[in-house]
């Protein structure tokens, strides 16, 4: 599987962004997918994640009811509505896969990665 995340940009703080992440190559609906992202001297860390079917979602503590995960199988896509942001959610954000149903949190637990993209939120 190959991942292309998209979406990130500028935007100020209670502002919105819907990042994008599309797929090619083995059968999407398959993998569960997740987000992560890296600030700048920090450890990635997880955003949230979806299984192959939709659902079952994680969200960390942080963003939990203000980030939405979501995936569109026939499209290959998943995507992460972010609003309410705050400046601490600026960080590069890379969209990751696993090929296996089990849920997980851990960076390493997943093998496929997209090449992340920047979201910058100003005060």
């Known amino acids: 599987v190959q991942l292309q995340a998209s979406g990130g940009g500028l935007v100020q703080a209670g502002g919105s962004l819907r990042l994008s992440c599309a797929a090619s190559?083995?059968?999407?609906?398959?993998?569960?997918m997740g987000w992560f992202r890296q600030a700048p001297g920090k450890e990635r860390e997880f955003v949230a994640s979806?299984?192959?079917?939709?659902?079952?979602?994680y969200y960390a503590d942080s963003v939990k009811g203000r980030f939405t995960i979501s995936r569109d199988n026939a499209k290959n896509t998943v995507y992460l509505q972010m609003n309410s942001l705050k400046p601490e959610d600026t960080a590069i954000y890379y969209c990751?896969?696993?090929?296996?149903?089990?849920?997980?949190?851990?960076?390493?637990?997943?093998?496929?990665w997209g090449q992340g993209t920047q979201v910058t939120v100003s005060s």
């Open positions: 190559g083995r059968t999407f609906s398959w993998y569960t």
């Open positions: 990751a896969g696993r090929s296996t149903a089990t849920m997980s949190r851990s960076p390493g637990a997943y093998g496929y």
């Open positions: 979806m299984s192959w079917s939709g659902g079952s979602t």
